[in-house]
């Protein structure tokens, strides 16, 4: 069902325009003016969205490989990193480092796990 239009909340409340499924009017959006992190400076880029993802996504059946009991869907959308770039910035392209996933798991793998220590591979 479609919302109800309400008004802008920018310029401290005072602004008169229109709207529905954004938090602000394009006048009062303000683009992201922070540095991007190493794993957006990849995953953005032509090579990885045109070749990288697909191939993965493809070679693993669309079948997410990280499955979390309980928030799996099974279906995977993006291609996670095992070690992330900002760790390990030169496994960024290495194709043993890469996994299908659905957009459930790579969150919480984002959230908890990456967050954690490095680990030392053998």
């Known amino acids: 069902m479609p919302r109800a239009p309400r008004r802008c909340p920018g310029d401290n409340g005072n602004c008169t325009n229109l709207i ?9 959006t ?10 957006s400076r ?12 697909p ?3 493809q070679a693993a059946g669309y079948q997410c490989q990280i499955q979390y009991p309980g928030i799996c869907t099974g279906y995977a959308t993006t ?3 095992r070690e992330p770039a900002a760790r390990r910035p030169d496994l960024a392209y290495d194709p043993t480092n890469w996994q299908a996933a659905c957009d459930p798991c790579n969150e919480h793998k984002a959230r908890t ?7 030392r591979r053998s």
């Open 79 to 81: 291609v996670d990193k």
């Open 42 to 53: 990849i995953t953005s880029d032509r090579r990885w969205k045109e070749e990288v993802r």
């Open 20 to 28: 529905r499924n954004t938090r602000y009017c394009p006048e009062h």
């Open 113 to 119: 796990v990456d967050r954690g220590p490095s680990k």
């Open 55 to 57: 191939q993965v996504l």
């Open 30 to 39: 303000i683009a992201w003016a922070g540095e991007r992190t190493a794993s």
